[in-house]
């Protein structure tokens, strides 16, 4: 359950500077950290449910959250995967329609949520952050334009390629090995829309080229350049 007293402290976050609380001014910082709650969740547990309506939004302040629609055979397909600092829920909340896919935690997870009330009440209070939602969504819809432009073009290890760079932790990006935790074979399918041996295979073929070495619980990338070369 949502509860205030369960919220972090976003001056202290290390993620803020990604937030939409860095790019507020000072009255509105004070009034974000006032009409927040937060709750944690572990591993698979559920946020909301596609079908469901609203109730606000939500943002990332520890672990991931994925964002997924499912086939009537019961096939995953995600569309996003929100990050720490990262708004989800929005979509619904201002489009007044019910949620179009699901919202589940990926490992332990602690999310910050606004009832739909109270930020619209906030935007109309401070009406910059109009703007900065309206910049977000736009640069969302892109994204996703782009995403499907490389679902219908970009060959099978280049998606795959793309997935692993975008997926690296936010601790080690700057590190000679950067590393993705927690991402399963069966993910990275339903991210690219790729079968299931199609990945495994592209992996593998990586792996021979010593571009990344995988263990059960995370992928390292000991060869960065050339993963981006193919990613491209």
């Not at 609380?21 to 944690?40: D, H, P, V």
């Not at 290890?157 to 950067?178: E, R, V, Y």
Request: net charge positive.
């Amino acid at each position: 359950m949502f509860a205030k007293d369960k919220a972090p402290d976003c001056n202290n976050c290390k993620f803020k500077l990604d937030c939409l609380y860095n790019f507020l001014g000072l009255e509105a910082q004070k009034k974000w950290i006032e009409i927040r709650s937060a709750c944690s969740f572990s591993d698979k547990d559920q946020i909301y449910s596609e079908g469901e309506p609203p109730k606000g939004i939500y943002v990332v302040c520890m672990g991931r959250v994925k964002i997924y629609s499912t086939d009537f055979q019961g096939q995953q397909l995600i569309t996003w995967i929100r990050h720490p600092a990262e708004i989800f829920g929005h979509f619904a909340l201002f489009s007044e329609k019910e949620f179009t896919c699901n919202a589940e935690a990926m490992g332990n997870a602690l999310i910050s949520f606004i009832d739909g009330k109270t930020f619209k009440l906030f935007m109309d209070c401070f009406p910059g952050v109009y703007s900065l939602m309206l910049k977000k969504m736009s640069m969302e819809n892109r994204a996703m334009q782009l995403k499907l432009k490389d679902t219908a073009y970009k060959p099978a290890k280049s998606k795959i390629a793309h997935t692993l760079i975008k997926h690296i932790s936010f601790k080690t990006k700057d590190t000679p090995t950067p590393t993705i935790y927690g991402l399963k074979r069966t993910e990275i399918a339903e991210i690219t829309g790729l079968a299931l041996e199609t990945v495994v295979r592209c992996l593998s073929d990586l792996e021979k080229k010593k571009i990344i070495k995988r263990s059960p619980n995370y992928i390292k990338i000991l060869d960065y350049e050339s993963l981006v070369k193919i990613a491209k």
